[in-house]
């Protein structure tokens, strides 16, 4: 019971077919005054054209790590990259930072969290999405690409284009700043667009409507979307299939029906147990994981999440390697020593509602 | 949610606001500025928060729900309205009328690390208060703080911690400490969970949960999750540009809104479920 | 924009009144001793010190005093006393060309100066260049401008005699007019040059960390387009205002001790003297006029900030 785009166009894919984004192995390590911080610890997934993955964690996960460093954002003197990403075939981490500035926002192009601080407050917002146009291609002369943002801009929902190309980001309010973000992405008609916690810094009912621009972006436009998010009300809106992250590692991976109604770890079920559901009756206690996030500089030995699961054992000093337990479902992958039948109980915490822990 | 049921007879009412007015003057002019305009964050707010109970306050950015808060405690003077607090009218009162009813009313903020002074060790941010009012020094005073640290889950042994020690978490921990030290019988929780993760928000709303039913505390949430409101309010009132545009018993509002925004800002939300926000969205589009 | 400025240079005329009455009340009605003599110098007869009571109004009331002295210095009729009967105005006057031809060039070479190599300190923040333009910049700040002004005319233009001791030659011979100001430029920007090169790399180092340039090299700008039309751009704002304010001080004759000890005879060698004399008519006459360009300077910066963030411009209605 998959969703798929029914009316996309044929999108870009890799050659012969492959997936348009390949990631294998990524490892980021930062180099910091307080010792070494290993952001992103093994990190394999694919995207097909198309599709919209989401990557749900919380801070420290290692999912805005992994993001920016898909097209080269963490590249510094203090930064360790390892491993592999892969457009349609092609390396980019091996790429020069010039080789790999073509790629940014003509191919895999990148929105932030705060609309109000991601764009330069003393130009206005025509003149930077110009400025992206012709970046990549300085033929195209000013009048031109002048145009194209009025209708970029237009075509992400801004009303009377004409005029708003001439005003200051400050000018707009928040989800017209976001959608003229969103419109400085598309400018360049890439096949990835990344999205960092694009909703998170907006009202619900704003949400509720760039949620719905990206949907229709990516069914209109066939355009492949990494959405980064802690909000797993947002992932079931849009996702087609999710990744979650602890202390930098991947603990399941799954299409969006598996991670709602068939959660393999742990974490996950701590992450469904603690939503508040409107349409459902509410609980005594709001179910909740004890503990914190783990500090990157000090990661608990063996699981991650060992410390704040109730139901450690023994084998869980070893870090679970992440794999498919479910003969049925190999593309289900996930990161806990529990065996099937166990999770399966383990789970249910109440009859309809999975959870970490039984509510007090 | 209060134990003492979800309707008012939780208890006569604490708080009483009736057609709070907050206006921001707009000025403009070339040499001398002249009021053009205002900017109406309050615009005739009423409601009532009996004793013990949770009155939970959702709107979006810009509603006002904030700015009530602040007006109601008198961090902001009305522009015209009536606030009375026990039965006693507290609007436009002065800063020496009101000292001691800041032990009864108090404030928990939204940004853990923005409203702690980073300067300070958490055992005076918490203690502070109580010595200024006089209630306790000394030996008494750092036991008083070490059982409130306990209490809202942090180890006392941290009392001499500075606040970029802690966790996001944490640091709303010692918030709500310092808030509770005076004893105060009516707390306004501000957005005091949306800055925090979300395996860490459960956790701090339990935790303010279960310290109204030890404290007897009545409390004011606001917050733009209604998701979180409902969960813990007996009432919910829902503001829309400085008005209140619904009011009524959190389930009533959030399952059978009356109100048209309310009905939209209740459609926004997005379900965490794929097949119920799947048929939503078809409900939607057929309908 | 408009309301903006106007509102600003209103202040500005306000402020200069304000500093008008403090610099008379200052100077005369202060100091213990008979403001008339004073003024009318040491080997004054009663004579002159009653004229001098007549000419500056000390025997009217205090507003009519101000008024008095007031008009006297703004319609060129001050005369010193002390100082060789020199009308003050026309002195001043006569300085400005100088003073100015000091502070211009030496403003040019020490914004060249400090904006490149902030600029480059910042870029390789942590590295070798870095650490060396911060060896320069602070020995560049920690000297004294006598101290270095007396080793550059020892050294340049005594023992080997590179360039000519003092003096100043007017503009209508230009290369001996460069010549003669080239030590004094020198002197004056290296401490300047210093500071603001510290001052650029700092702003700098705050604005890389910010969301926006984040999102420039994510839309694959080139880095040097980043650093110059994002980062760069975004942090001079500070530079701007510490340029106005120090540019405003050194050609109200702020310069004193560089003029004086390379004889460039401008507004700062006449307060010198003026001080050595305690000429205070002279030494009101310069400190308005001080006051005058520092509040001039203060409102240019201030406007243009307003140009330079649009946040500032809009105001109120940028919400």
């Known amino acids: 019971m998959s969703v798929t785009p029914e009316t996309a166009p044929a999108p870009a894919g890799g050659a012969g077919g492959g997936p348009l984004l390949a990631v294998e192995n990524l490892r980021v390590g930062f180099a910091t005054e307080d010792g070494r911080v290993q ?148 400018a360049l008609e890439p096949s990835v667009l990344i999205a960092d916690e694009p909703t998170t810094a907006l009202d619900v009912t704003i949400q509720a409507q760039i949620l719905h621009l990206i949907q229709d972006l990516n069914r209109s436009r066939g355009l492949a979307t990494i959405l980064i998010t802690h909000d797993l009300g947002v992932v079931a809106e849009v996702a087609d299939r999710v990744l979650v992250m602890y202390g930098g590692k991947v603990v399941e991976q799954g299409t969006l029906d598996d991670i709602f109604y068939d959660p393999q770890h742990p974490y996950t079920w701590g992450l469904l147990g603690s939503l508040t559901r409107l349409d459902q009756p509410r609980p005594h206690r709001l179910p909740q994981i004890s503990g914190a996030p783990p500090s990157l500089l000090n990661l608990p030995k063996g699981c991650a999440f060992r410390p704040r699961c109730p139901h450690e054992f023994g084998k869980c000093s070893e870090v679970p390697s992440l794999a498919a337990h479910l003969l049925e479902d190999p593309k289900h992958l996930d990161r806990c020593w529990l065996d099937a039948e166990k999770k399966r109980q383990l789970r249910q915490v109440e009859p309809n509602r999975i959870g970490l822990e039984e509510p007090v | 949610m209060s134990d003492l049921g979800t309707t008012s007879t939780a208890g006569g009412p604490l708080l009483e606001v ?13 040499l001398i500025d002249r009021e053009v305009d205002q900017v109406r964050a309050v615009d005739g707010v009423s409601f009532t928060v009996n004793k013990g109970e949770t009155l939970g306050l959702v709107g979006e950015s810009g509603s006002g729900k904030s700015t009530t808060c602040r007006v109601v405690l008198q961090l902001l003077k009305p522009t015209s309205g009536s606030v009375k607090f026990e039965g006693q009218e507290i609007a436009g009162k002065s800063r020496r009328d009101l000292r001691p009813l800041r032990r009864e009313m108090q404030m928990i903020f939204q940004d853990p690390y923005a409203s702690l002074n980073p300067r300070k060790r958490i055992g005076q941010i918490v203690g502070d208060q109580l010595k200024i009012q006089k209630i306790a020094s000394g030996k008494e005073l750092r036991t008083k703080v070490e059982g409130l640290l306990e209490r809202v889950g942090l180890s006392p042994e941290h009392y001499n911690r500075f606040p970029h020690e802690f966790s996001g978490g944490q640091r ?9 030290a005076l004893g105060p019988k009516l707390v306004f ?55 209140i545009v619904e009011t009524g018993d959190a389930d009533q509002v959030c399952e059978h809104p009356r109100d048209a925004y309310t009905k939209k800002l209740l459609a926004a939300v997005p379900i965490p479920d794929p097949r119920e926000s799947r048929a939503r969205r078809e409900r939607a589009t057929a309908g | 924009m408009l309301r903006f400025a106007v509102r600003r240079l209103i202040g500005a005329i306000a402020v200069l009144f304000a500093i008008s009455v403090l610099v008379f009340l200052i100077f005369n009605v202060v100091p213990a001793t008979n403001p008339a003599a004073r003024i009318a110098g040491k080997n004054a007869t009663p004579q002159l010190i009653k004229n001098v009571e007549e000419e500056w109004g000390f025997n009217k009331s205090l507003p009519e005093q101000y008024w008095t002295q007031m008009k006297l210095i703004f319609t060129g009729k001050a005369t010193s006393y002390s100082l ?35 600029y480059i300190s910042a870029i390789r923040a942590g590295g070798f260049v870095d650490r060396f333009v911060t060896v320069i910049a602070l020995i560049g700040i920690s000297m004294p401008v006598f101290w270095l002004a007396s080793i550059f005319l020892y050294y340049l233009t005594y023992k080997v005699e590179l360039f000519p001791a003092s003096g100043y030659v007017s503009l209508s011979n230009p290369a001996e007019w460069a010549k003669h100001l080239i030590l004094p430029w020198v002197c004056l920007a290296v401490l300047f040059a210093g500071f603001y090169s510290r001052v650029l790399r700092s702003s700098m180092l705050d604005v890389m960390n910010e969301d926006y340039v984040r999102t420039a090299r994510a839309k694959g700008l080139s880095q040097r387009r980043v650093m110059v039309r994002h980062v760069l751009r975004n942090s001079l704002i500070p530079i701007v205002t510490l340029f106005g304010l120090d540019f405003g001080v050194l050609i109200g004759g702020g310069a004193i001790v560089t003029e004086s000890l390379f004889q460039i005879e401008g507004v700062g060698y006449f307060t010198a003297e003026a001080l050595n004399q305690q000429d205070f008519p002279s030494i009101m006459a310069v400190t308005i006029f001080g006051a005058f360009f520092i509040v001039l300077f203060n409102t240019i910066v201030d406007i243009a900030y307003a140009y330079l963030d649009p946040r500032i411009r809009l105001g109120t209605s940028a919400a």
């Open chain 2, 172 to 180: 709303q921990r010692i918030g709500i400490a310092r808030a509770l």
């Open chain 2, 189 to 243: 929780c501000d957005e005091p969970v949306s800055a925090l993760d979300v395996s860490i928000q459960a956790q701090i709303v339990n935790l303010l949960d279960d310290l109204q039913d030890e404290m007897g505390l009545t409390y004011v949430f606001v917050a733009h999750d209604i998701g979180v409101v409902r969960h813990i309010s007996d009432r919910i009132a829902v503001m829309n540009q400085g008005k």
């Open chain 3, 84 to 118: 060789a009967h020199i009308n003050i105005d026309q002195r001043i006057l006569e300085g400005i060309p100088q003073t100015a031809s000091l502070c211009i060039g030496a403003a040019i070479i020490w914004l060249a100066f400090g904006i490149f190599f902030g």
């Open chain 1, 39 to 186: 952001a992103v610890d093994g990190v394999n997934f694919t995207l097909e054209p198309g599709e919209v993955l989401a990557i749900v964690g919380e801070s420290g996960s290692g999912k805005s790590v992994t993001a920016q460093t898909l097209i080269g954002l963490t590249r510094s003197p203090n930064s360790h990259i390892e491993g592999s990403v892969r457009l349609s075939g092609e390396e980019l981490t091996t790429k020069s930072e010039r080789e790999l500035q073509k790629v940014r926002g003509s191919k895999i192009a990148m929105i932030f969290q705060d609309p109000m601080t991601s764009m330069n407050p003393v130009y206005t917002v025509g003149k930077q999405i110009i400025e992206a146009i012709r970046a990549h291609d300085s033929s195209v002369n000013r009048r031109d690409a002048r145009g194209q943002a009025v209708e970029l801009l237009g075509a992400v929902g801004i009303p009377d284009p004409e005029r708003r190309v001439n005003d200051y980001p400050h000018e707009f309010s928040g989800g017209m700043r976001q959608r003229a973000m969103i419109a400085m992405g598309l």
């Open chain 2, 18 to 30: 009736t057609d709070l007015v907050k206006h921001f003057p707009i000025k403009s002019g070339l």
